[in-house]
């Protein structure tokens, strides 16, 4: 450019080949890529409403739907008599979305502040990175009727069901508990927990952006839920109160470390009443420390002493070793063994192996087993169920100890002839003794007495038939032994458990407690027993109360525990209607 020219401007390559395009033509270019574009569009659109239409619509069912579970009733549980156990109940849950809360630090004052929990763990609930939290399960209609009033964002309610035990504590130990979430933890509630528990459905319902739930008639039950099977247990609630009751008033009386009491019906096996002390609330069982939980009466097995001697006489009858009037010397009281020195509580020269059993002569119980001899011993304490759980259909259940004879010393026979040396649960000694009111047969025990379908009522089974789990003894053995216990609580070590209204057949036991670290024995630690069957010419019953280590008003189990057998026997055999016997003019009292 020369000095004194005007300046031109100067064009791009692109801007030169556009200035040289007519107009039309480049209108032309311009509608033909509009019209492209419009293809393309036009081919997209016509790909997602074809080819891609049914993943589509799936997507968007997916974002408006939402698939939840439907809650099956959880089967009752009812006593032998129909009466109400353990039942389900509906109550409200509180959940949030914390997708969708506004606020969640306000939002968790105002629920921490409403439902009385703890604020912080709730704040950090509602920042997390999910769909779904609970704020509090199970909670009252009340409280959730304020959660409703305060119309919170991504904060929802929802039914759950929640296990109600109407009967408070009774029995809590055979029926049981569950979790929050219906799973069966303890007892009969465990053992049965499939049956009980049911199958949940599925349903898929209508939700908004927010993810809140409304009913639509698009709704759809994909599955509907199967209530689980109601079930009928063994247990007298009457008889369970008497027991628990009469067992409450022992543990007050004599303050022991615990205690626990069975009534079986001899006729079938069936479990009228099981308690142990210390219990707990089935409804709220982590109030109570978790050993509470234990039910004694098959997961404790213990050396019950002298209320092992029937066994071991009614083996020695049945072989043909003794006989009811064979005669051994008791050495007034002391007897010396190889280095071991046997003693008894009373003195007492020649007796009979039925005033041994009456007077509980250690001395002449080992002699009586040694005359029967080790492998015999053994095979009978086997045959009469002991080394193994009974199969009651409880969990927890143990089978005690029983040592083979090879793993016997040279004492052992006498040891086991009283009821050292081996362990059995207070269920185990319950079913032995009630062998001897059947004539030498071994029942079955069983806990449960039918299983019905919640919704038709219809029996799916049926406990049936008494079972005969073995015969350890032949029937005049079996009579033999039981009258000879007769003996025991008319004139005997059982006397504080006689009753005027009918007769009974029974044996006492005070046994040393081994130590917690299990070498040798306590001292002043007592297991104090009494079994006792009644009414002795048609026994029904057989109950077993051992209270263990009582601190205060005595430790022998004629003390102890035979005051209470006595009680619960009384009241039992009334509410069953047992006729009763003659009136008996009695003299009771302790022998010295």
């Not at 049981?176 to 069966?184: L, M, N």
């Not at 509907?224 to 247990?233: I, K, M, Q, S, T």
């Not at 009630?434 to 079955?444: D, I, S, V």
């Not at 040798?520 to 280590?549: E, H, M, N, Q, W």
């Amino acid at each position: 450019m020369t000095e004194g020219t005007q300046p031109q401007d100067e064009l791009t390559p692109a801007a030169q080949v556009g200035a040289s395009i007519p107009l039309k033509a480049r209108a032309s270019i311009a509608l033909g890529m509009v019209a492209v574009a419009l293809f393309l569009l036009g081919a997209r659109l016509s790909r997602l409403q074809v080819t891609e239409a049914e993943r589509y619509r799936d997507l968007a069912d997916q974002q408006q739907r939402l698939s939840r579970q439907l809650s099956a009733r959880r089967g009752s549980i009812y006593d032998r008599e129909g009466r109400l156990l353990a039942a389900t109940v509906r109550r409200w849950s509180v959940y949030a979305d914390p997708s969708a809360v506004e606020g969640p630090a306000k939002t968790a004052v105002l629920l921490a502040r409403t439902l009385s929990i703890s604020l912080q763990p709730l704040r950090e609930k509602l920042q997390k990175d999910c769909f779904f939290v609970w704020v509090k399960r199970q909670v009252s209609d009340e409280d959730a009727e304020r959660v409703r009033n305060l119309g919170l964002s991504g904060v929802f309610l929802r039914r759950e069901n929640k296990r109600f035990y109407p009967q408070g504590k009774l029995a809590a130990h055979v029926i049981g508990f569950t979790d929050i979430d219906g799973r069966g933890l303890a007892g009969i509630e465990r053992r049965m927990d499939a049956l009980l528990r049911g199958r949940p459905g599925m349903e898929s319902v209508l939700c908004d952006g927010g993810r809140r739930v409304f009913r639509s008639p698009q709704d759809r039950l994909e599955q509907p839920p199967f209530d689980g099977y109601d079930v009928h247990v063994t247990l007298d609630t009457y008889v369970q109160s008497i027991v628990e009751q009469e067992l409450a008033t022992a543990v007050e009386k004599h303050e022991p470390e615990g205690a626990v009491a069975v009534v079986l019906d001899t006729r079938d096996g069936s479990v009228l009443a099981m308690a142990s002390w210390p219990t707990f609330d089935p409804a709220d069982p982590a109030a109570s420390p978790v050993a509470n939980q234990r039910n004694m009466a098959i997961s404790d097995a213990y050396e019950f002493g002298s209320s092992f001697k029937p066994i071991s006489v009614s083996l020695s009858l049945d072989a043909g070793a003794v006989g009811p009037d064979t005669r051994f010397d008791c050495h007034q009281g002391e007897w010396q063994m190889g280095r071991r020195t046997l003693h008894d509580v009373h003195p007492y020269g020649q007796l009979t192996v039925s005033d041994i059993l009456c007077h509980s002569s250690n001395i002449g119980a080992a002699q009586i087993s040694m005359a029967l001899g080790q492998e015999k011993l053994y095979e009978g304490i086997r045959r009469f169920g002991f080394g193994r759980p009974t199969g009651v259909a409880l969990p927890g259940e143990t089978g005690g100890i029983v040592r083979p004879p090879a793993a016997w010393s040279k004492y052992s026979i006498a040891s086991i002839a009283f009821g050292q040396e081996i362990a059995v649960t207070a269920l185990g000694m319950a079913r032995a003794f009630a062998a001897f009111a059947n004539g030498g047969a071994l029942p079955q025990p069983r806990t449960v007495k039918a299983i019905v379908h919640s919704e038709t009522g219809k029996v799916v089974y049926t406990a049936g038939e008494p079972v005969v789990a073995a015969r350890p003894l032949g029937l005049e053995s079996a009579r033999t032994v039981l009258e000879m216990m007769r003996r025991v609580v008319e004139e005997g070590t059982g006397r504080p458990a006689r009753l005027a209204e009918y007769p009974m057949a029974g044996k006492t036991g005070t046994a040393q407690l081994l130590r917690k670290d299990g070498r040798g024995y306590g001292a002043g630690r007592y297991l104090s027993t009494f079994i006792g069957l009644a009414p002795v010419a048609d026994c029904r019953i057989v109950v077993l109360v051992s209270v263990k280590a009582p601190s205060k008003n005595g430790y022998y189990g004629s003390v102890v525990a035979a005051p209470v057998v006595k009680n619960i026997t009384l009241r039992t055999l009334r509410h069953m209607n047992v006729p009763q016997a003659e009136p008996v003019s009695i003299a009771l009292g302790e022998r010295p």
